[in-house]
């Protein structure tokens, strides 16, 4: 009798878990890998982050290069300041140390900050809000619009997009990013 004969079993290739799956690459772009160390494990973390709303209104042509840069700097500068964290509890604070010390950037920042929102109008303004909300904490124009609005009424999005084409507009003037172009 002849004997059976052993097939090799062929195992389903496994996903490699660092990368985004098939899926969601075809429904945005993503932005060059980050690499952190895991706080606990000490482990590599990479992280993947999707392309956020000025790279989106950027790559359609809503804005101009100098008004993503005038929103990219605002972003940065209100992460510099740790503004989305300044409400401490009172309990959190311990005799001699302070929880909400700032460095002398962080000061700086939270400075370019104020007067960036002071051009804007202050923050019961629509431009104020939507550069706090959406250049600052990182929300979606749609989130924004719907949740916070202005006033607290909720916007229809394409209305706040407009909001943030002007914001950014305002901001790129603020900055000094605008460029003007030179009679011949």
Do not use: Y
Not at 22 to 27: D, F, P
Not at 41 to 63: E, S
Not at 147 to 152: K, S
């Amino acid at each position: 009798m002849a004997a059976k004969r052993n097939r090799k079993t062929t195992q389903p290739p496994r996903d490699d878990l660092s990368k985004p799956t098939k899926w969601r690459l075809q429904h945005g772009g993503f932005s060059a890998p980050g690499f952190d160390a895991d706080p606990e494990t000490g482990a590599v973390v990479v992280h993947r982050r999707a392309v956020d709303t000025l790279g989106m209104m950027l790559a359609n042509g809503t804005i101009t290069q100098e008004m993503h840069d005038a929103g990219a700097l605002f972003g940065t500068l209100f992460r510099k300041a740790a503004i989305e964290h300044v409400a401490t509890s009172a309990f959190l604070r311990m005799p001699g140390r302070r929880v909400d010390h700032l460095s002398e950037t962080g000061v700086h920042a939270r400075i370019k900050i104020a007067d960036a929102m002071d051009v804007l109008g202050g923050h019961d303004t629509a431009a104020g809000s939507c550069a706090w909300h959406v250049l600052g904490t990182g929300a979606s124009v749609r989130e924004w619009a719907i949740r916070r609005g202005w006033g607290g009424k909720p916007v229809a999005p394409p209305q706040a997009q407009g909001m943030l084409v002007a914001t950014l507009s305002v901001l790129t003037a603020h900055f000094g990013l605008v460029v003007t172009p030179r009679a011949a």
